[in-house]
């Protein structure tokens, strides 16, 4: 195995406190500002509403498009671009209608009254034409059927409908979901002049593109906020139980512990730094649980294991011993990890934002708690039960050893003793 460091001798220990001074500053600083901002901020996933995902040709005017669903009634909607360090030029918007307290009809007529808007505001003006970027494959291949441009014979349906795929295909893959010059239609598979001209003579291209909507209820989102407060909360119980049953329970409290403290720094992150809690971040919270304990439980075992090698030395110091035999393992590991989470975070897009941006933190603030919180806790456990001054592997291992030697010191003959 690599090692980083030869013998390292750091007093993990003896840092404690600093360690939970630095704990209670990010809990402060993260669920404060969670307390004045009202809670979290929440997904559609968990609050309900109405997501529209548009593409334009051009970078759209914010304001503009602001001004046009204020006029349908959508003063409060949020609005977010999607640009990012992978795409620095993508003119994709996400427009958000809030739902809380709605039901399903009001939020469908929340999505009509936002795309009555883009039209407003964005679509086609002085033309009776459909707009190309947003037909579909059946009205597409309807048309192409009636004009008949390839003057088809037999089979003229099932003709079309391949070629009006392969054209919404090209719209969708080569251009991005927005055409913006009927000739780059060309440049695909059977499009021949006649097919061309029939799609510019019945088609007109709009500015944007709907590229997905989503429609969430108040109900169903309170329905899944609930589901993922008992899921995470399962995942630290059986946690606790594997961590009690194969270490002692003291272990399982402590691990589990600090896996709480690595979510709720995480949650505090993600309100000072306005992202949303969605279920992919939920998932990603959940993969952060695992990853946390599985390095702390790497801890505990070699500190087990040290127990029954060091027993003249304190307790502490075979904690600090167990962590620095770990600590090449730990950092390779978790580094590697924080790059690929990294990278991910990056370039990964707007869609897996929040769910990264939750890896990227949960990793360094996991780490840390394994040796930093985790470890200390069952230090100051065993010194609160007088523990301090023997190693033994917890306090039913101490309690067994000194019943070992009163038994002995009775056996032992008269000179002996």
């Avoid at 039960?385 to 050893?401: E, I, S, T």
Wanted: proline residues 3%; glycine residues 10%.
């Amino acid at each position: 195995m690599i090692e980083l460091f030869k013998q390292p001798n750091i007093d993990w220990m003896g840092k404690a406190k600093y360690f939970f001074v630095l704990s209670g500053i990010l809990l402060l600083a993260g669920w404060t500002s969670i307390f004045f901002k009202g809670g979290l901020r929440y997904g559609i996933d968990f609050k309900g509403g109405t997501n529209v995902d548009v593409r334009f040709a051009q970078a759209p005017d914010i304001d503009r498009l602001r001004s046009g669903l204020a006029a349908q009634g959508l003063g409060n909607t949020e609005i977010q671009s999607a640009r990012d360090i992978a795409n620095p030029n993508s003119n994709e918007v996400l427009i958000f209608v809030e739902g809380r307290g709605q039901d399903e009809q009001t939020l469908q007529a929340s999505r009509e009254k936002v795309l009555s808007a883009l039209n407003a505001t964005y679509g086609l003006s002085g033309s009776n034409k459909a707009d190309f970027n947003s037909a579909t494959l059946s009205s597409l291949a309807a048309v192409l059927t009636e004009k008949d441009p390839l003057v088809l014979s037999v089979n003229a349906a099932d003709r079309y409908q391949q070629l009006s795929r392969k054209l919404l295909d090209y719209r969708d893959k080569n251009a991005n979901g927005v055409l913006t010059n009927f000739d780059d239609l060309a440049k695909g598979d059977g499009v021949t002049p006649a097919v061309l001209a029939a799609v510019k003579n019945s088609y007109a291209l709009g500015p944007f593109a709907i590229r997905n909507v989503e429609v969430v209820g108040p109900k169903v989102g309170a329905e899944l906020r609930r589901q993922a407060i008992f899921v995470t909360l399962y995942a630290l119980g059986g946690m606790l139980v594997y961590i009690a049953f194969r270490f002692e329970w003291v272990y399982g409290a402590a691990a589990v512990l600090a896996v709480f403290h690595d979510v709720l720094i995480t949650l505090g992150f993600f309100s000072l730094l306005h992202f949303e809690i969605s279920l992919t971040v939920i998932a990603a919270l959940l993969t952060l649980v695992g990853y946390s304990m599985n390095d702390t439980i790497v801890i505990f075992d070699r500190i087990r294991e040290n127990n029954r090698l060091l027993r003249k030395e304190s307790f502490a110091d075979v904690v600090n011993k167990s962590i620095n035999q770990t600590l090449s393992r730990t950092i390779l590991t978790s580094g590697l990890t924080f790059l690929t989470v990294l990278v991910l975070f990056l370039m990964g897009g707007q869609v897996l934002r929040a769910f990264s941006f939750a890896l990227v933190v949960g990793i360094v603030v996991g780490t840390y708690s394994s040796f930093g919180i985790a470890a200390p806790l069952v230090v100051a456990w065993n010194r609160w039960r007088g523990q301090g001054a023997a190693a033994g592997p917890g306090p039913a291992a101490g309690n067994k050893a000194r019943g070992s030697e009163n038994v002995a010191g009775r056996l032992a003959p008269a000179g002996r003793r």
